[in-house]
């Protein structure tokens, strides 16, 4: 039997990712991954990367004529239903291929020497005397093949094929998502009729979750909405959208349909000898459900800590544990934070109150600037409050929503503040599940 220190499952951008990193520290790596190599990373085609996340996370940005790269731009428009007011932010963003670039991130960690197995499919874990994983068994041409393993990684995307597997005592949620915790994603790939529409930018009209965007033809666009429960239910949203804002005049080219986890990660996402990571942890952005880049920086804080558990021969949840401390008091907090008040407020406001924000400034270009990291003044603050109270002085603001508000608003501060204070050692964890779990039965899911 082959022996590693870590296996990963799954050859999309986060196993690719942590396999050239921890490759690159020395240690033996395998990614095993099910698909054959030709059909990885074609879930769908056109996915984006903000400009700044390249050197950050340090992976490589495509340029113009490279086969991974499709388009880029800069404007990134949030609009009201009615598209009347709409608020611009400046955010340089690139556009790639899914496959292309997954390749790339599959390439770069084989030449760091990891060792990349396609068409191998996980099926279970292998278990030492002490019942800790100690590798995996799998399915490769047709036959049963063990691999042994010191740590494995779970980052087989939304699957979770490793996490779910796992007896539900490991130290480690085992449930696989519901309907309520994903967004089912439509995009429609389209060319536009009149050049004077053309796209410059896209455009997010969050009432719907939808938007339009560039895609790789630019005289085409990919009109996207993701809702959660049902491809059925998305297109409903789709044809009521349709409605309300006035999109340029198109002909459809194709449709994609895809999923993504909008819902918390797992409270531990570590157990002995096991990782999670990716959309297998659920660790999409809680502002639109996009997570290639957001499980990198988890990936990063993994690197750190599974690096020296290695060295040390300490790969026991206590050790890992670090890894969700670093992480909670960090990206958790900040998307447990988002998460509570974007399900709040887009669950208690209705259509006029989404117009009125943007015609009344309530939601400014600087406040969504400042929000994407930028400044926000006194001023704004000022003006939008002021604008609120008008709001609800004029009725255009209900009372319920504005109480709605309010307690999105606490609970986000109510969790960040739990995952600033995730326990220090497994010790007070039960406890602190419990506190947690409170706040999110009071959020709920998004609508
Ligand atoms: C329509 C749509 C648009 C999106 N747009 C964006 C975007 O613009 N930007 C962004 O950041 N995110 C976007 N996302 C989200 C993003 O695609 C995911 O967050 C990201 O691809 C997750 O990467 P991953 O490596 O964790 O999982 P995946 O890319 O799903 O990779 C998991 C791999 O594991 C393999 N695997 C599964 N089971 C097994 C098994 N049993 N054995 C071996 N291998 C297995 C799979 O074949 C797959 O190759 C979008 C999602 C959708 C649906």
Redesign the pocket.
Known sequence: MDNFDLVI???????AYLAKRMAKLGHSVLV????PKTK??T??DI???EEKEFARLDIPRPVKGDPEWAFEFSKNYNADPLTLYPKCQINPIVGLHMHEYTLLLDRLAEEAGAKILYS???LDFLYNGNGRICGVKTKYRGKEKKIGARVVAD?????A?GRTKLPADYGIETGALTDEDMFY?I?KYVKLLDPKDFLEGSTFWAYYKSWIAPCADPEGAIIGLGACHSFEYAERIFAEMEKTVPLPPYTLDHI?K???PYTRHPHSMVADNFIVS???GNL?KSVN?????S?MVQLMIVEKTLDRALKLNRTDRDYLWEINVRYNETQGAEFAFLRAVLVGVVNAADFGEFQYAFESNIISDELLNGLAGGEISGNAVIGAAGAFIKGMLNKKIRLSTVKAAAAAVRNGIALSGLYTAFPKTPEGFGEWCKAVNEIYDRIGKIK
């Open positions: 499952i799954g050859a999309g951008s986060s196993g095993i991954e099910k698909l990885v990373g879930k769908y996915f984006h990367i191998c499919e996980f980052c087989s995307g939304m699957a094929a994603v995009l994609e895809g999923r993504t990716g959309d297998a999409t459900g996009e997570g290639v880049t499980s």
